[in-house]
C-alpha cells in the first residue's frame, strides 16, 4: 500500500531502526554519570551530537536534542524572546509557519508581546523586502521556514536571514521539512528540526542556538542539555535520529533528483487528468517530494478515504477534513483554492508505479465524489434570465457553496451577478479561487441579513 505522506511523518530508516536496537542494549544508562556504563552512554550522546550537528552547519555545543520538533519551536521561541526583552517585545513570523510557531506566537501576543505576520504571494512565498520592512528597532525575533510543510515552497532563507542581519535581529529557520535534504543556508541564529520528517524516530528534535545569540531558557531549571531542554534524554532515540539523518543526507541528492521526477509527472498529469484542478505551490522553488493539488467541487475528507480504500495515504489542507471547519491557514494565506486539497509527499523508496497507478485511480475517484455532491458537470449551462440571482447556502458546508454558485452563473447573462449566501469559513477563500480558475470577477463580500456573508460574483465569461 503507498504511504505519500512523508511531510507528516517519514517511515522508519533503516539505518535508525539498527542504530535505535543496538543503542538500546549499549545506551540505557545515564550519560550524566561517571561510571563505566554512564562513561559509555555518553560517549553516544556525545557522537550523536557531533554527527547532527556536522548536519546542521553548527558547533555540536550549540546543538541540543529536545523531546519533539515542536518543543525545539517553542523553546527556541521562548528563549530567544526572553533574552531580548530588553531590546523589544516584537516576533515577526511568515503567515504560513507550522503551527508551532504560529502557538507560540499566540502564547507571546497573551503574555503582552506583539506578532506581526508577513503575508505570502500565490506561490507561498514570503517576499524578503517585505519581510524585511517588517523588521524595527523593537524587533526581538524574526521566524522563518526552510520549507512549508503543505506546499513544498521553499522560502528566501539566504536572503531574510541577511535582511535580520542588516536589522540585528537574530533570525529562527524552522527546517523541520528541509533538513533531511541538505543543509539550511547560512545566516540563521536558531534553527529547529524534528526527526521523524528525515526517517528518525518520533518524539527527538533538536535545537541550535549559534554562539552570541542572548537566549534565556524559560520554565525550572535543569542540568541537562545546556538547561534548553530539561528530562533525561532519550538516548536510543537520539542515536537513531543523528544516525538516520547521517543516512538521507548521503542518499540525498540521488533521491531527490529521482522523486522530483514522480513528483513533476504528478504535477503535469493531474491537470490533464482531471478538470478544474489547481496546482499550488511554487513549481521550482520547492521540496523535491511534495505536491499538493486542489480539486473544484470536491469534499476533501471524502476524496481522502476514498484515496485510502484504493491503498493510498495521502494528506489534506481542506477544510472539511478538519474540526475546526476553517481551511488551512497556509493555503488561505497564500489566497487559493482549499476545497478537495490533496497533498502527496512521497517518502524514499516510491517506486514510478505507484505513482502511475495514483495517476489512474484519481481521476474516476475525483468524478466520482463530484457525481455524488451534484456538481456541474465541464460544460455549464446558459442563457437569458434574470440580472441577479441569489444562492441560500447558508449551513451547507464546503464545497457546496461553490457547486451551487457554478450550478447557477450560466444562468445570468454576461455582467449579471450571483450572490452567494454562505456562513462557511472557507467560502472566503473558495468563491475569490473559483472565480479566478473560472475567469469570473470577484465583486467582494457584505454582511448578509440572514446571517454569514454574502459574496458577489459578476459573469465576465
Not at 559509555?40 to 550549540?62: T, W
Not at 541537562?224 to 528530562?231: D, M, T, V
Amino acid at each position: 500500500m503507498p504511504y505519500f505522506d512523508a511531510a507528516s511523518a517519514a517511515p522508519l530508516h533503516p539505518v535508525a531502526r539498527q542504530a535505535l536496537l543496538a543503542a538500546l542494549d549499549e545506551g540505557w544508562a545515564d550519560p550524566a554519570r561517571l561510571y563505566r556504563e554512564g562513561r559509555r552512554a555518553r560517549l553516544l550522546l556525545d557522537a550523536a551530537r557531533e554527527a547532527a550537528a556536522e548536519a546542521v552547519g553548527c558547533r555540536p555545543d550549540e546543538l541540543v536534542f529536545t523531546p519533539s520538533g515542536t518543543r525545539a519551536v517553542h523553546a527556541g521561541v521562548s528563549g530567544a524572546l526572553a533574552g531580548r526583552r530588553r531590546v523589544g517585545d516584537r516576533l515577526v513570523v511568515s503567515a504560513v509557519e507550522h503551527s508551532s510557531v504560529l502557538h507560540a506566537g499566540e502564547a507571546h501576543t497573551a503574555a503582552g508581546g506583539t506578532v506581526t505576520e508577513v503575508p505570502v504571494g500565490r506561490s507561498g512565498a514570503v517576499d524578503p523586502e517585505r519581510f524585511a520592512a517588517a523588521l524595527d528597532a523593537r524587533t526581538a525575533l524574526a521566524c522563518l521556514q526552510s520549507a512549508n510543510h503543505e506546499v513544498g515552497t521553499e522560502q528566501p532563507v539566504a536572503e531574510v536571514a541577511e535582511a535580520c542581519r542588516a536589522a540585528g535581529v537574530p533570525l529562527l529557520v524552522d527546517a523541520a521539512q528541509s533538513l533531511g535534504w541538505g543543509p539550511v543556508p547560512e545566516g540563521w541564529s536558531l534553527l529547529a528540526a524534528s526527526a521523524h520528517k528525515w526517517g528518525g524516530p518520533a518524539g527527538v528534535g533538536l535545537l541550535a542556538v549559534r554562539k552570541g545569540v542572548r537566549f534565556a531558557p524559560q520554565g525550572p531549571g535543569d542540568e541537562r542539555e545546556s538547561g534548553r531542554a530539561p528530562g533525561f534524554e532519550n538516548l536510543p532515540a537520539i542515536v537513531a535520529a543523528a544516525a538516520s539523518l547521517r543516512a538521507v543526507r548521503a542518499e540525498a541528492a540521488a533521491e531527490s533528483a529521482r522523486l522530483r521526477a514522480l513528483v513533476d509527472r504528478i504535477r503535469a498529469r493531474v491537470p490533464e487528468l482531471v478538470p478544474d484542478v489547481e496546482v499550488v505551490g511554487d513549481p521550482v522553488r520547492r521540496l523535491p517530494h511534495l505536491v499538493t493539488f486542489s480539486c473544484l467541487y470536491v469534499d476533501g475528507e471524502t476524496l481522502l478515504h476514498e484515496l485510502d480504500r484504493e491503498g493510498f495515504s495521502v494528506s489534506s489542507g481542506s477544510s472539511c477534513t478538519s474540526s475546526t471547519l476553517t481551511p488551512s491557514h497556509v493555503l488561505r494565506a497564500m489566497g487559493v483554492l482549499s476545497e478537495g486539497n490533496v497533498r502527496v509527499s512521497l517518502p524514499a523508496g516510491t517506486t514510478g508505479e505507484d505513482v502511475d497507478r495514483f495517476l489512474t485511480v484519481l481521476p474516476g475517484l475525483v468524478a466520482a465524489v463530484r457525481e455524488r455532491l451534484g456538481a456541474p458537470h465541464p460544460a455549464a449551462v446558459s442563457g437569458a434570465a434574470p440580472d441577479t440571482l441569489l444562492v441560500d447556502a447558508l449551513g451547507k458546508r464546503c464545497p457546496i457553496p461553490v457547486i451551487e454558485l457554478a450550478k447557477v452563473i450560466g444562468d445570468v447573462p454576461v455582467g449579471g451577478t450571483v450572490t452567494v449566501l454562505s456562513d462557511d469559513e472557507a467560502a472566503r477563500l473558495d468563491i475569490p479561487a473559483w472565480c479566478e480558475m473560472r475567469g469570473q470577477e470577484y465583486v467582494g463580500e457584505e454582511p448578509s441579513p440572514k446571517g454569514g456573508t454574502a459574496y458577489v460574483v459578476r459573469r465576465v465569461a
